[in-house]
């Protein structure tokens, strides 16, 4: 007997909402036949101003959970991907992997989650530093989130390639707007579905489907984004980024890779790229 | 007559005798030319400008002015100098390092008057603070040569190339040393641009190297303005530009580099908060004001320029800070009783001129104390503003002179707001004897240097440098060789 399928509707994360795009506009995602696999909310430049907003005020009460804290919510993301991978594999598989690429993808990207949160609570210790000052004062060196960071994840591993630019973030403190997979965007939503089970608070992740080419510039002139990253390989959008990212000095990071299965692609040094270091003085002598 | 009356009484209890450092025993060329490829050489198209004492306005010497075509000399002698000397062992390029640092030590004394000639700061300034700093610096950088694995663990630290750097105006040895001395640690050979006003000491800097044995076209010092500067930044064959400067300038340097690949630092504007609670040592906070926004004429890009009092010691605060600046000596750069100097250029004296008309025009009340400013040169006596808000041109934007505003503030959490609201984000400070306090502050404010119950400190040792507006990158200590590395 056969049974009609219930589709998902994939919306926007927001805050930790899934709303619809306040323009009412859609793509659509077809498989490798054709056949349609999703109307995808189009995203634009209001829907990233708003999560902006949604950003910048959820960033201090993330940024002063304690560290063990933060690591044990990317822990509890891990725990609740693991239990829906064959959710994740089977989606992966209907953009277009093989099978064993799309199982390797979402193994290594819940790996990848538990790496950093390991890190959650170690990363501080290993660039942090007490400086030797030859005046009488105490004088530390430690780090601290960036604030704010526009993510345009990779186009190919739409799973893999978002976490593995998402968690370094994130366990550091910053809260992220993500543009997902321009052309592989089903994962990135239901990931969405995953953070939102997963005690991260609301609008530390928020993340948006559509296309770079109306919201890349956007993400990079913004004057409440302290960072933006940028995963890909078109040398035209890097420099425009890049120009736009002058406006408020804003911190530019740049991913060229193309397998994000590559174990250089986890490192404290990728936590390292959206902190920024404090030093602090004080007298020692009375 | 009026607001004076009360403070008048410790202008007069204090007289000083003239204590004038000597300038017999430098050494100051009439016409200096460019350092290119470890030879001093005439610029191309053969044009030379004046350098001036800012206290008198009187011509020092005259200073070569590098085209396009004289940066490109000195890159391509630069980027020949790589090849060999990024070869070179870290324990033989530290070597090189040390020998400038000591050199520059041995000629201390000529260096901090040439500083305060050149750049009207007060001589014990020069002295005790930018020299031994320059000096430090490089004796620091010195030993990470050959120490650079442990520095990056588990990675492959290798230097970029050819470095473009270029400085300010405010501590111009001081920044060349923290510009060049991480640089040649790590093995990259540099082009180097002082500032306009204050190209003297770099080139006498430039004398130094040349006498450490360093190899020829590992340092390139270039003279000239903005648009030497530029011809750095568009250079090709640059590999790192590394500019401390206006945020202006810095926007357009991000915006120029943007496409190129090139790696930048950026040392930009501040405007940085100086806070003092009611439970603070008042007359070490106030003591602390002084040093944080007179310092140096108030050249520093991390000056405390905006000051928050709790509002129930206010009015004492402010009346001992009155007292104080009446005490303020201002005057001749060259004389050890001298607090404030010379404002560094007419150009600047009338960027903070314009900045303090804008202040009145706002409707901020001024207080400055009675004093007699020299007929000659460009001065600015030390100036106050209160009755202002965050919404007042001169709270939000950098006058980079000896101008302070002052708010008045209740709660920890209206100032901690109040403080980070500013597009800068480089120096604050803090004044309480409260530990939790302090250390609740400086958590909580965006910068990326704090001093807590002190203020303006420097060491090599010690990562300086800015979030948001106000740039990125460190400088000094571990976290400064970073900008000049690359890894695999």
Known sequence: ?????????????????????????????????????????????????????IARNAQNSWASASALNKGQILYRIAEMLEGRKEQFISELIAQGETA??????????????????????????????VNPVSSSHFNFSGVEPVGVVAIIAPENQPLLGLISVVAPAIVGGNTVIVLASETKPLTAISFAEVLNSSDVPGGVV??????????????????DVNSIIYCGTDEKLMKSISESASLNVKRTIFYKKHDWTNELCESPYLIEKTQEVKTTWHPTEI | MQKNKDNSMFKASWTYNEAPESTDHIQIKKK??????????????GKYFDTLNPSTNEKIASVAEATSEDVDAAVQAAKKAFESWSKLTGKERGKYIFRIARLIQERAREFAVIESLDGGKPIRESRDIDIPLAANHFFYYAGWADKLAYAFPNRNPK??????????????????????????????????????????????LAEIIHESGIPKGVVNIVTGAGETGAAIVNHPDVGKIAFTGSTNVGKYIQKATAGTHKKLTLELGGKG?????????????????INAIFFNQGHVCCAGSRLFVQESVADIVIDKLKNRMETLII??????????GAINSKKQLQTIENYIKIGLNEGGEIYQPDCNLPKNGNWCAPTLFINVSQSHRIVQEEIFGPVLTIQTFRTINEVVEKANNTPYGLSAGVWTQNGAKMFHLT????AGVIWGNTFNKFDATSPFGGTKESGFGREGGLHGLKPYVKFD
């Not at chain 2, 200096?32 to 198209?45: A, E, Q």
């Open chain 2, 331 to 340: 005057g001749n750069p060259l004389d050890k009783n001298t607090d404030i």
């Open chain 2, 273 to 289: 908060a100086n806070i003092i609670f009611e439970d603070a040592a008042i007359d070490q906070a106030v003591e602390g004001i």
């Open chain 2, 443 to 446: 958590q909580k404010l965006n």
């Open chain 1, 100 to 129: 064993a690429n799309a199982k390797t993808e979402v193994h290594e990207a819940i790996d990848r989650l538990v790496y950093y949160a390991g890190w959650s609570d170690k990363y501080q210790q290993f660039f942090s530093a």
């Open chain 2, 159 to 204: 230097p970029i190339g050819v470095v473009g750097q270029i400085i300010p105006w405010n501590f111009p040895l001081l920044m060349a040393a923290w510009k060049l001395a991480p640089a040649l640690a790590t093995g990259n050979t540099v082009v180097l641009k002082p500032a306009e006003t204050t190209s003297l000491t770099a080139l006498k």
């Open chain 2, 32 to 45: 200096y030319d460019l350092y290119i490829d470890g030879k001093f050489s005439k610029p191309i198209k």
């Open chain 1, 1 to 53: 007997m056969s049974r009609l399928d219930i589709q998902k509707t994939y919306k926007l994360y927001i805050g930790g909402k899934f709303p619809r795009t306040e323009s009412g506009r859609y793509f659509t995602i077809n498989d490798s036949k054709g056949n349609l696999l999703a109307n995808m909310c189009l995203a634009s430049r209001k829907d990233f101003r708003n999560a902006v907003v």
């Open chain 1, 206 to 223: 928020n993340i948006l489907t559509g296309k770079k080419a109306e919201l890349a510039g956007q993400m990079a002139s913004h004057m």
